[in-house]
Structures are given as structure tokens and as C-alpha cells.
């Protein structure tokens, strides 16, 4: 009675989302993607860095999924019922750092996994959240990473740092969730990309 209870509460809380079957089976889901942050030409100058590897970011399971989590208070995960990203959040962060950080000057090459041995650079990170906080009207969008900068050559970590960004949703439907999602990702690769050019070197505000 109490799992029925928390279906019915969240299918109530986000009218949005479409009508999900309980007993039918799985339902059908629109796909969406997210996108980095617009950068211009990505010229900088200065630094060269001749490698940069993403790795793949940790996460914990309920995260480590292509279903878009809502968060209907501090101990509740659930998950919008009529949509779904195109890939596992980890991988789909992993992406949008590659292709924000590749398009810059300053690395010769960004990728998800070193073209020899090893590269200049390895970026490890963790998310921590990726979710959607439902306020008394709308929601409250909410991403968090903390990355480590990891200088290959000699195992040093070049930096550390907790990213966050947040961006509101006027209401629980999904056409409102998903801008809000992109706006709040195009906010924290920016952030992360910032950083990680300062930290081999390259001023970000130069970059053109």
C-alpha cells in the first residue's frame, strides 16, 4: 500500500509528465540530450597542454542512470515517468566536458581516454547531484561535481574543486524541466571548463 501511496503522490506532483501505467509495463519515454556552454573560437593562447583524458565521473546508482531523478523531498528518489536522457548521467557529463574542453586551443587533444600511455592530464570527478528538488510550486534544478585535476606525469593532483549550479523550473512538466536541466548543465561545464583552463595555465576571459 505504501509503494502505491508514493506512485500515485508522484504522478499527482508532476501533471506534466504523462500518464505512466503501473500495471502496463514500461511506458514510452521522450529522449533528450543536454548541451555545453557556447564558447566562441575557443582561442586562448599561451599554455599548450598536447593531452587532456576525462574520465568517465562517478556516481551513486540511483544517479548512474538515463532516468531524469526528481526529488520529492530529502529522502525521496523518484524519477520523471515520460522521458529519459540519451545516456547515463555520468557518460553524458563526461561528453559535454569533452566536447566543451576540445574545443579550445589550449589542449591538443581532449578525449576520454589517453591516445598512448598516458596524457598530460586526467580529470577525475564524482556527482554528487543531478536532479530536479520539488518546491511548492515548480522545481528547483539542482547539479553538483567535484572534480580533482590530475597532473599524469607525476601523480600530483593540480587541483580540486566542488562545482554547483542551480536554475528553477516554473512548473513539474517535463517541456519546463528539460530547459531548466540545460540551462543549469551549460552553467556547471562552463564552471568546470574555467577552472580547468586556469589550472594548466590559460585565463579563460582571454579566451575568444
Known amino acids: 500500500m505504501l509503494r502505491s501511496t508514493l506512485l500515485l503522490s508522484l504522478t499527482l ?6 500518464a505512466m501505467s503501473l500495471l502496463g509495463g514500461e511506458p514510452n519515454r521522450d529522449v533528450f540530450e543536454l548541451r555545453g556552454p557556447e564558447i566562441g573560437t575557443g582561442q586562448c593562447g599561451g599554455a599548450k597542454v598536447t593531452e587532456l583524458v576525462i574520465e568517465v565521473p562517478k556516481a551513486r546508482g540511483t544517479l ?11 529522502l525521496e528518489t523518484q524519477y520523471l ?20 574542453l576540445g574545443s579550445y586551443d589550449t589542449f591538443g587533444h581532449v578525449g576520454r581516454e589517453p591516445l598512448g600511455l598516458s ?12 536532479n530536479a528538488e520539488l518546491l511548492e510550486q515548480g522545481a528547483l534544478i539542482r547539479l553538483a561535481v567535484e572534480a580533482q585535476l590530475i597532473r599524469e606525469m607525476d601523480a600530483t593532483v593540480a587541483g580540486r574543486a566542488r562545482f554547483e549550479a542551480t536554475s528553477e523550473a516554473p512548473s513539474t512538466r517535463t517541456a519546463d524541466l528539460i530547459p531548466a536541466f540545460d540551462a543549469a548543465a ?10 580547468t583552463l586556469g589550472r594548466v595555465g590559460a585565463n579563460a576571459a582571454n579566451c575568444r
Open 13 to 18: 506532483l508532476l501533471p506534466g509528465c504523462g
Open 64 to 74: 548512474d542512470s538515463e532516468r531524469i531523478m526528481i526529488r520529492p523531498s530529502v
Open 81 to 100: 515517468p515520460d522521458a529519459v536522457w540519451g545516456d547515463p548521467v555520468p557518460v553524458m557529463v563526461q561528453r559535454l566536458l569533452v566536447e566543451t
Open 119 to 130: 596524457a598530460d592530464y586526467a580529470m577525475i570527478s564524482e556527482i554528487s547531484s543531478f
Open 186 to 195: 551549460q552553467e556547471l561545464i562552463a564552471e568546470m571548463s574555467a577552472w
